[in-house]
């Protein structure tokens, strides 16, 4: 693994030293450190990336909105985003 310091450790180790090192944060587990190192395999960092979260849309208004579009087709989206 990608270890703390200068060499690779286990993620055993890297627990051990970050609660030596820095006693008077939080301290991490194995677990944590398994998501860090997970994370940063598979993107190359460890920056936090914004979710993309989607609008939940109730089956009332889909029904409006298609209502909405068969009555006048070239409303806009944002118009229609307004309304509903």
Request: net charge negative; with cysteine.
């Amino acid at each position: 693994m990608i270890g703390y310091g200068d060499r690779a450790r286990t993620q055993c180790e890297v627990v051990r030293l970050f609660r030596e090192t820095h006693p008077d944060l939080p301290p991490l587990n194995q677990g944590t450190i398994s998501e860090i190192e997970a994370q940063y395999r598979e993107m190359g960092h460890l920056r936090k990336v914004p979710s993309k979260r989607q609008a939940v849309v109730d089956d009332d208004t889909k029904l409006n909105l298609l209502l909405a579009l068969e009555e006048n087709p070239i409303t806009s989206v944002r118009q229609l985003a307004r309304e509903y």
